[in-house]
């Protein structure tokens, strides 16, 4: 390659309703086990990747500031198109994402998915969205989810080199349209990563083993509630998955305790608003933010209970949102 060859995409993050916790053995990012999410509209990153031949190596730019301590999961998803690719041009990474980064809001699930979407569309790779979300995964287990739009299933797939560990559409957004409040709690970045948590919850938590023996009939509860438009089972499962999570990595030793006071008070304020009759449920990641999913009609009032919320630094409302979008760049 002589000249450079650059390209854009934007990826949305999205939320697990049935959560992914733990990977298997090996280099390939390949689940434990399968996941549900929903794509968010309003959340998103913006990237631009530019093979440079005149680059001795890869350069990452985030959110304004170089940042080589993230180039090393960056360089390796790169080396993945850069083989398929049949080329070693090193590429500067341009990416922006609109919300707080490492703060438990998935932007490693956003900021893989665009960088894979813009690093093989400037590359020419003519990849389908099933492949996309393949080398998405090896990025960020999440990453391969953002690649679609609405309600999305991730398969752990059984194969030991990963070409059966991807994501797939459940069904559009459109379909069941939800909302999402969230609720920002503490914008710094989270002191253990979700890849550090999930081997530390694997290795020492007493409960891992239950957490992945149980994790199947959570999938198909949440296929079925999903496939039905059940907004009260649809809420069962995910608030159990997500403290079945949660008690797996609290039991870990260290203890991971991603919450915060403010997500307890949270958790407990969307139940209180659940059992007097609202259409909301709770979902909470590797930070301390709350989500809460929610029916569009009863959106204002889950915010408004959310704002009112002391310790709450702000709240962010989405939509479900579409998949991958890739475009072309000045180069
Ligand atoms: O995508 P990762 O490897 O950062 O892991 C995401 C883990 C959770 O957000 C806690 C759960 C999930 O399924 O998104």
Known sequence: MSAMQAAGARARSNIALVKYWGKTAGTLNVPAVGSISITLDALWSDTEVAFDPALASDELVLDGKPRPDGLGRVSACLDI??????????????????FPTGAGLASSASGFAALVGAGARALGLDLSPKELSIVARQGSGSAARSIFGGFVEMRAGTNADGRDSHAEPLLPGREW??????????????????GSGMRRSARSSPYYGSWLETHPPDMELCRKAIHARDFEALAEVAEA?????????????????YFNGVTVEGIGLIRELRRSGLPVFFTVD?????????????????????????????TIETGLGPGLETRECAS
């Open 81 to 98: 198109l850069r083989d398929m690719a049949g080329i070693g041009t090193r590429a500067t990474v341009v990416s922006r994402n609109n």
């Open 286 to 314: 590797a930070g301390p933010q709350i989500k809460a999913v929610c029916a569009p009609d009863a959106r204002a009032a889950v915010r408004d209970a959310l704002a009112g919320l002391p310790g709450v630094v702000e």
């Open 241 to 257: 998955s997500c403290l079945k999570m949660h008690a797996a990595a609290m039991a870990a030793r260290p203890a991971l305790i």
């Open 177 to 194: 349209p939800l909302d999402i409040v969230v609720a920002v709690t503490a914008t710094g970045e989270k002191p253990v990563g979700s």
